[in-house]
Every structure is written in C-alpha cells, then in structure tokens.
C-alpha cells in the first residue's frame, strides 16, 4: 500500500468480527514483538475459493460465516443506481464458506480478513505452507497480498505563490481559498449547494478529529479500525506509531473540513463515515486486504462517495495496472458497479521508475485523480498513464502541491494546519466536487458522475497521460446534467407572520425567471397550489412570500422551474414524492407581563453529537403558545417535543431520545429543531449517531 501524501456494533465470535450486520474475519495485527518471535518467516497471501456453498449449507455453519449480510436501507436505496444485476449483486452479499474456513482453521491456518466480493480470505503462512493450500479441493488460487511501499514526495522547488485575493464568497476560506478557487467550488457553494445529503467514505491512515475546529461540526455517522479490530480510528498508545492517523486527518480536512477564516472542504455538509485501514509501522507494513473489508462495508453502510488516497504495488509489475488483476481495483470496481463512485489518488510514481498510476487507480470504473500546482503545471510527481490496456489516466487533476489541511498536532509555530503535498490531497478534492453533483443530481449513477468530471474538465476536448481530461470544474460540473438548486431552501417568518422561501436555482443555458415556481400542498395533502417566484435579492435566488396562511399552519411544497431551452425540472428531484415541509407560521396570543429571563432564546443541544439522549434548553421572555419540534434535513417533521399554550417565562429544557412521534428510534444522522414562541423563531442542527 502507498500512501499519496456512531461506529459499529461488534460481538466477537471465535475469531470473527460481526459489525452492522456485515460478517468479516478479521484478526488484530501482529505487533512488532509478534513479528519478531515467530512470524517473521510469515507473509499474508489471498486464499481464492473455488465457489460459495448453497444457503443451506451456508446455515448449517452460522457460527462461523454469519447470517446473511442485511444490507442497509440506505445501501438497498443507492443500489437503485448498480449497474451490477441482481443475481450477481446476491452472490457479492453472500459469504466466503464457512465450511471453507472451518477447514482451513482446522489445518492450523486461521483466516484474518474473508471478502465475500472476492470469494477469497487472506492468511498468514510460510512459502512452505503455499502449496499445501493450493493442493485443498475447494482452493482456486494463492497469490501475496499486496503491501505497502511508501513514496516519498519531493519538497516543492519553490514557496507557495501568494494566494489569491479572495473575491466575495459565501463562505470565508482563508488559507484553504486557492486549492478550492482552482476547481471552482466557491462558486458552487455561492448557489447553495455543499453536500448535504451525501455519505462519504474515508479509506486511510486513520483520524484525529474531535478536538480540532475543522471538525466541530462534521458530522461522523460511524467509524472503524479494521487493523486493530476496534473502532477507535485515532492512534492508541502501544498498538499505533506516533503519526499514525496524521495522513488520514490531513484527507479528512481537505474533503469537508469547515472552519472559515482558515480551511473549508468542497463537501463540508456531507456525512462521513472513517475507515482505518493502513498501518505506517514499518515492522508490520500496510496490506491491501484491510482495505478490501473496508470499502465493502462502507458500500453495505449505504456510502455515496469513497475517497481514498491509497495504493498498492507490491507484488505486481506494470502489466498487472489492465484494470482486472489488482484486487484493490477489482473491488473498487464493484462498489463502482453498486452505484458508489470511487475517486482514489493517481500515486506519486511519476519520478520513479515505475511512473504510471497504481492500483486501485487503474480501475476502468475508479476516477483516478493527479496532481497540479496553483498554476495548473502537472507536478513531477504526479502518476501518468496510460493503463497496460492502453486507457487514459488519470481521470482528472486537481491540486496538490502546498495544500492546506489540518494537522492533528501542532507545528514548532504552534499551528493546527499544515502545507502538504501529493495525490493524497488532490484526491480528496476531486471527492468533494463528487458530492456536490451528487447532492445537486442523487439520482446519478458513478458513470454519470465521472462523465460530469471529465467533460466539464479543462482538457476535455484532448485528453492525455499526464492531465487526463485536465483539471475539474467543480461549477460546470453540477450543472452538466440539468439545473442546479440549492440543496436546501432557505425560510423565515417575519414579525408581520409571513413565510418567506428563497431558493437558488441556474442553469448553463439561464434560467427562464416567468417558469420558476413553488408548488405545495395544504392539509389535504395534493399539491394543486403554486405560486410564481419572483427574483431574490442575490443571484440566481427566488422568492415567494405567503401572507394568507391561518396561524399554526405549515405547506409540503416543491421547486418546478424551466430554463432557456425549455427543459424542465423539480426539486427534489422525485417530487411529489418527496417534498420540503415549511416553518409553521406562529399564532400571535397576548403576553404576560414580561418576566426574567428577558429574551426569547434557543440553545444549542448537549451533548452534541449525541447518543441516546440530549438536551435542549430555551428561554421565554413572554407566556405564550410554545413549540418545539424535531425536523429531518428535509424539512419532515420527525417529533412534537412541545407544543403548549399558555406557558410562563422562565428557563426550560426538553430531553430528546431519538425517536419519532410514534416512538420509533431514527437513523444516524442531521436533524433541525425549531423553537416557536410567540413571534420568535429559531432553528438549530444537532447529530444523532447510532
């Protein structure tokens, strides 16, 4: 492996790890002790399987393989997009035999890490033990697992160029502008759009997140060391050498890292679930099989994106990089085939001799990702193409020379970020603009995505093995397959009780301002009212203002809107289906006597994020009609925490326990609660993680 520079449910069985319902063999690594007094004539080898046994057979071994993995509903929604047909998709969610392992186990050769997309589990064996393997009746093939060599990147020749003045932008991005000013996110988030509603996985070194500011307000669904078999992705004390998660912070950051005035990621309103999956000690080098169990567990886990700024070449010479023999890049090219789109780091072989991308990066399917400077010179460092069958790579650039991240340790100037280089950091990037066309378009498959990439990249009209289709547009590419809204509309109530809902909307060809509209449904529930929006006072922004609603009352509604070429389209996209739930507009009653405390007031939760309960506390500087409620991101309304008349000033607090109004427990996740008190509004985000 080269690295280019809540979390699961586990019970233990034997020596298998079972974690959200998805049944891997997984064994700690060997410590440096291990490896010495022992193990040091050993290697991990893959153990291919000659076939998968029926369910039947498959049951009557559940101590070992496990039930059937139950895919989550999430997963089940994305694989509406697999290009992989359902037949084929039921054997990868299969498992590897427990018969097969059972066998193994017994002849003293206990599997570490089963892959039921390979139908293979990895050992660790002596040469001398490879060919008693291969001889067993249900034993395709042994091969080595692939390791890690690290490649170290050349120091930039020169200091940063001075960053650009930042123009007026949404958002302050500080150090973090050029790197994003390059591939034009700043304009994408200038219309609204950031990720929400998208799931990205992290494949790395491992994670200091909770302490630094970047990542205050991330939201991490769930997390997972598959080296160590714990779900602690930070370094341990005695099991991680020092640095250990310091590459996988730096990725983090760079994808959707949030603190303004110093670093802000392309997708900062994603989700993100962590997977640690390489070991930088040099006793126990990094193999490719944890990776292997990671990526399909984030697929099981229902991801969008992967990012991962990892590869692999041990073991295999250029004639292997053909898009078919690596098993990082068969993998990755399932996933793909499930409807994940897999943005992996080209490498950082262009000064050696090897030179081309590598492993999983040659995949037909994975978006391979180079590296430029802040002048859009290709680095020398960055892999070239083409694959051993001759296709274009890398897919794109973006830069990664001198960027910004953040550091989970302070420098000797005390500072929590740092300037790095590499395809490690220019892929997380290119991951980022993914999750804007997807939370811009859900309804993309990977190929889709990809295809808006490239197309909209500055070399599109002549590819070649060093830019590939050149450097990513992050604005041109949301808008490349249709319109492009604001992920979310943005509401308020005045004190006059209107509702007023602004949303952005453009197209490349220009919106036609008489065909955007508003559509909504009232208690009856049919959306067979609209109302023309008129401009907002920013760019490509709309409005509507309702003035006749009864007090108390809120709308489901939908975006319709058409462009200069007559094409049309909804927002959400599977409108009416799904729709946005409105603010209700507040009932006026007369106050008492005012009372301390002396202004209404909405607290921020605590704990946040939180599991199972947290608690929210307000002030009411007036007896009034209070609410308050609990909505999804897409402004559905999940739980009635309050909803009183008549209520004294004073300090209050609610205790949430994640359930629903009928008692339900919801998903991991992003959800709003809205206090309501006489005329006073407020909404706040808190994250509930399973």
């Given amino acids: 492996m080269i690295c280019f520079s809540a979390a699961p449910m586990i019970a233990r069985f034997s020596t298998y790890l079972f974690l959200a319902s ?12 291990q490896t010495r007094n022992g193990h040091a004539d050993h290697r991990k080898y893959w153990v291919f399987f000659s076939d998968k046994l029926s369910d039947e057979k498959q049951a009557e071994h559940a101590d070992f393989s496990g039930r059937m993995q139950q895919i989550t509903q999430r997963a089940q929604q994305r694989r509406g997009k697999a290009s992989i047909r359902a037949q084929k998709r039921q054997w990868y969610d299969t498992p590897v035999s427990g018969t097969y392992l059972a066998r193994l186990a017994q002849l003293g050769y206990e599997p570490m890490v089963a892959s039921r997309w390979l139908n293979a589990a990895s050992l660790l064996l002596k040469e001398t033990d490879v060919r008693r393997i291969e001889a067993l009746p249900f034993v395709r093939n042994v091969r080595p697992v692939g390791k890690f060599v690290d490649t170290p990147v050349p120091a930039p020749k020169s200091a940063r160029p001075q960053q650009n003045v930042q123009q007026q932008h949404t958002y302050d991005y500080g150090s973090s502008f050029t790197q ?18 998208i799931l990205i996985g992290v494949l790395d070194t491992g994670f200091k997140y909770r302490t630094h500011e970047a990542f205050l307000e991330m939201n991490i669904i769930a997390e997972f060391d598959f080296i160590d078999n714990d779900d602690i992705t930070e370094d341990e004390p005695g099991k991680d050498p020092s640095g250990q998660h310091s590459h996988g912070t730096r990725t983090l950051s760079t994808v959707g890292g949030f603190q303004e005035g110093q670093l802000i990621g392309p997708a900062f309103d994603a989700s993100f679930i962590l997977g640690k999956t390489e070991d930088i000690s040099q006793e126990v080098p990094a193999e490719e099989d944890y990776w292997i169990a990671g990526i399909e567990w984030f697929e099981a886990q229902g991801v969008d994106v992967v990012t991962s700024s990892l590869g692999y070449i041990d073991f295999y010479d250029t004639s292997d990089m053909d898009g078919n023999t690596a098993v990082t890049t068969v993998a990755a090219d399932i996933a793909a085939g499930l409807g994940v789109v897999v943005v992996n780091s080209a490498g950082n072989e262009g000064n050696s001799v090897w030179r081309i991308m590598i492993a999983p990066a040659d995949g037909d399917s994975v978006i391979a990702v180079g590296a430029v400077d802040a002048s859009n010179q290709i680095t020398s460092f960055s892999s070239v193409g083409p694959t051993a069958d001759g296709r274009i790579k890398p897919d794109v650039v973006a830069m990664g020379t001198l960027v910004y991240t953040a550091s989970p340790a302070p420098d000797v100037s005390n500072s929590t970020y740092a300037l790095v280089s590499g395809t490690s950091f220019s892929c997380p990037l290119v991951a980022g603009v993914a999750a804007l066309v997807l939370s811009t378009h859900p309804q993309l498959t990977p190929m889709e995505v990809r295809d808006a990439l490239r197309l909209t990249a500055d070399r599109a009209a002549n590819p070649d093995i060093s830019y590939g289709w050149g450097l990513v547009d992050a604005y041109q590419a949301v808008l490349y397959h249709g319109m492009a809204f604001s992920n979310l509309p943005e509401m308020a109530v005045n004190t006059s009780a209107e509702l007023k809902v602004s949303i952005k909307v453009t197209s490349q060809f220009g919106i036609d301002p008489t065909q955007v509209f508003l559509v909504y449904a009232r208690s009856d529930g049919n959306f067979n009212n609209e109302v023309m929006m008129a401009r907002g006072t920013e760019a490509h922004q709309y409005t509507a203002t309702f003035s006749t609603l009864a007090g108390g009352e809120a709308i489901d509604f939908y975006f319709r809107a058409a462009d200069s070429s007559g094409a049309q389209t909804v927002h959400p996209f599977n409108a009416p289906d799904y729709s946005f739930r409105s603010l209700e507009l507040p009932v006026t009653v007369d106050s008492q006597e005012p009372s301390l405390p002396t202004a209404f007031r909405l607290q921020q939760n605590y704990p946040n994020p939180f599991n199972p309960t947290t608690t929210i506390t307000y002030a009411l500087a007036a007896a009034g009609e209070v609410s308050l409620k609990i909505f999804n991101i897409l ?17 209050y607090s609610e205790v949430w326990d994640g359930t629903d109004n009928h008692g339900r427990s919801v998903a991991t996740g992003v959800y709003v609660y809205r206090l309501e008190a006489n005329e006073f509004v407020d909404m706040k985000k808190m994250v509930l993680i399973r």
């Fill in 635 to 651: 402004g559905q309304e999940i739980r009635t925490l309050l909803s009183e008349t008549g209520r004294p000033a004073g300090l």
């Fill in 180 to 197: 994003n000013e390059l591939i034009n996110v700043p304009a994408v988030h200038d219309l609204g759009i950031t990720g929400v509603g």
């Fill in 22 to 33: 998805l049944c891997l063999n997984i064994t700690p690594r060997q410590t440096s002790a």
